[in-house]
T-cell receptor, first 114, second 113 residues
Framework: DTAVSQTPKYLVTQMGNDKSIKCEQNLGHDTMYWYKQDSKKFLKIMFSYNNKELIINETVPNRFSPKSPDKAHLNLHINSLELGDSAVYFC?????????????FGPGTRLLVL | GQQLNQSPQSMFIQEGEDVSMNCTSS?????WLWYKQDPGEGPVLLIALYKAGELTSNGRLTAQFGITRKDSFLNISASIPSDVGIYFCAGLSYGGSQGNLIFGKGTKLSVKP
């Protein structure tokens, strides 16, 4: 069984469109995350979220918004897509509290904005 | 903000050789993690270190949590072609309610058969 899954794996779209990426985890974790990996493979946190708190990286444009229908899902909505949004987006999850906050990653969504 | 310096940036080695990579920071971390990313895949956790001085092995991989809590290394012994990929260190600090995971920039490993 896949622990952290994302859909779609590939997303090609036109500039200006609005798109969503879905993420689901079956690990029973309390906290979920979205990361952006650029062409140089640098991983940068965008959001972390549990049922109590959303923490937003201040460098993330407000065109990006996470939506969590329940603890097992954290979807990423992107409005008015720009060329610079092209990247690989990874979802991850972890326990919220305690000594082990190790994050487990999904397979990634490769977004290409034309 | 917190930053991790991961080195080397890339390595080209012969199959069978041992590999060593490390991460250093000016900040203290509570947890050190090592991930491997294969092409087209997400990062996969290799080793998690939770205590300063901890030395942990996972098969041919060995990682240590530096005693100062500001560094960690990963060793791979007797490398094989499937070790190819990008290795990331990540440091986790527990500031705030959810902690903060900072990634190094990765070490790209190439193994020549």
């Amino acid at each position: 069984d896949t622990a952290v899954s994302q859909t779609p794996k590939y997303l090609v779209t036109q500039m200006g469109n609005d798109k969503s990426i879905k993420c689901e985890q079956n690990l029973g974790h309390d906290t979920m995350y979205w990361y952006k990996q650029d062409s140089k493979k640098f991983l940068k946190i965008m959001f972390s979220y549990n049922n109590k708190e959303l923490i937003i990286n201040e460098t993330v444009p407000n065109r990006f918004s996470p939506k969590s229908p329940d603890k097992a899902h954290l979807n990423l909505h992107i409005n008015s897509l720009e060329l610079g949004d092209s990247a690989v987006y990874f979802c991850a999850s972890s326990h919220a509290y305690g000594g082990e906050k190790t994050q487990y990653f999904g397979p990634g969504t490769r977004l290409l904005v034309l | 903000g917190q930053q991790l310096n991961q080195s080397p940036q890339s390595m080209f080695i012969q199959e069978g050789e041992d590999v060593s990579m490390n991460c250093t920071s000016s900040s203290i971390f509570n947890t050190w993690l090592w991930y491997k990313q294969d092409p087209g895949e997400g990062p996969v956790l290799l080793i998690a270190l939770y205590k300063a001085g901890e030395l942990t092995s996972n098969g041919r991989l060995t990682a240590q949590f530096g005693i100062t809590r500001k560094d960690s290394f990963l060793n791979i012994s007797a490398s094989i072609p499937s070790d190819v990929g990008i290795y990331f260190c990540a440091g986790l600090s527990y500031g705030g309610s959810q902690g903060n995971l900072i990634f190094g920039k990765g070490t790209k490993l190439s193994v020549k058969p």
